[in-house]
């Protein structure tokens, strides 16, 4: 008898299983409907925030505006996200026999996702003409989470495996083709996922900062002429943009590498523990002072190389030696965004240790309810059903269009910046700790069952160590992020911290003050890279 004779037909399944079919669909509208339920009540309290209808509305009315407006910034987020994240696939397969090389790769891509949108877009719009900028911008978004999510992948690997490869007499390119690559597509995806919405999110930027054309123009007009309902419109056409990019990447891949679906990523102790060795403190404090000068070094060089490969000349470009005589000279006087006047490089501390205290509130905020909610969904499939949803349409806003949004709503204080970091944060925290902990193997989840472990034995002995490594990667990738969104939310709403003071250099031209925030900003986020990967190695020698 055929497995389609067997088959039960849909009316004939087990009341059972046609509940669970009908609860994982309806779970998620009624999360959506509950959504917009809370919008409704929003638009009731002020009006600055429209009601759902009266933007539906104002999409019908402006069904002819959006079509070439689309095509523009998909086209621009489409190249760079193909460049990207070929560039980032690429690298990552060059450098992985390399692992120093591999980690200093990293700590490069680091100051790609570092570079600050806000003052990168106006020199580039200044150095190239047409959708360039917003290209560059799309491919500077995504190649870091996707470098990490691939490194991620390649690495955590069962050494066993790795061995059988090379007992058997296969090459390190065999091991790559039949062990590596498989158990990297998973982790490779889900990366691929969280880059969708930022490549979209650097083209927007990028026509926000300098475009003539696409939907970051058509919010600069929308919000120009303080047309509110057409600014969410627009705000809700780009996250149904991003949305649509984000759950159509599962899909290309079923469709193209059916057998993904049935892998799974396998990530064991053996691989924890091969990222990190213990070293006697004398040893451990020299690695760490080589790494901060390679780290110092690093900014340097790739300051002096971008100085002198930006067209334009002195126009924009300012190089590493001209900078430092600016800030040096205690007669540079600069003015802050609040209107105070004061030496070039009392302006920069004082609003980089603002911009700190904005970043740092985010990404603890954001983190901590991210791990917590990914404990919560992973024991619950209705949980995730409600959350997921909700979570795809918040992390799919731009944040160029939430920010105006968030201020109107909660001020312009810290609380809006740490909603809106939280946005940028939460999502890809809580897809990779999901991730992992689904991939632990049945067998060791079976075995604790057996064993008649509690629910907190099994959080706190099995899934979180498993999930070590993709929290490590998360939180490399959400460092650098919060730095970016305090920085927009400071240049949209606060008007305080290094946001807004370089928003004011590239208003006066002050392109000292602006490549002087770029090389702080690059520095700092280097710098927590480091010690997050210092804490890394820590925990996954004590793992080992």
Sequence with gaps: MSTATLALRDDEAPAPARRRRSKRVLTPVLSIG????????????????????????????????????????????????????????????????????QALLERVAVGAIALPLIAVAPILAIAFAGNVPSVILAAQAVVFTTLVACILGLSNVDQSALDLVRSAGGSSWTAIRKVRLPSAIPSLVVGLQIAAPSAILGAIIGEY????????????????????????????????????????????????MPWVGHSSPNISPRAVGRRGRRMPWPLAVLRALGNLAATIAIVVVVWWLLAAAVPGGQAVARGPIEVFRYFSNAETLTVSPTGQTQTALQSLFTALGQTAVDASVGFVVGTVLSIAMAIVVYESRTVEAIVMPVSIVLRSVPIVAAMPLLALVFGRGIV???????????????????????SVPGGAVDLFAVAGATRRQRLTKLLLPYAMPALFASIKIALPLSVGAAMVAEWLATGSGLGAAMTVAATMSDYYFVWGGVAAVLLISLLLYQLASYWERKISARLA
């Design 416 to 438: 809006a910046v740490t909603v809106l970091i939280t946005m940028m944060t939460f999502f890809p925290t809580l897809v990779n700790l999901l991730l992992a902990m689904r």
């Design 209 to 256: 900062m300098g475009g003539s054309r696409g939907l970051g123009v058509a919010m600069i007009q929308a919000q120009g002429a303080f047309d509110v309902p057409r600014a969410w419109a627009l705000a809700i056409v780009t996250s149904v943009l991003a949305a649509a990019a984000f759950l159509a990447i599962p899909w290309i891949v079923r469709l193209t």
């Design 34 to 101: 509950g959504l917009l339920v809370v919008w409704q009540l929003a638009s009731l309290l002020t009006p600055l925030v429209p009601s759902p209808w009266v933007v539906v509305q104002q999409l019908i009315a402006d069904a002819s505006y959006y079509p070439a407006n689309i095509a523009v910034t998909m086209s621009s987020a489409a190249q760079g996200y193909l460049w990207g994240n070929g560039i980032a696939i690429v690298l990552a397969l060059l450098t992985l026999p390399l692992p120093p090389l």
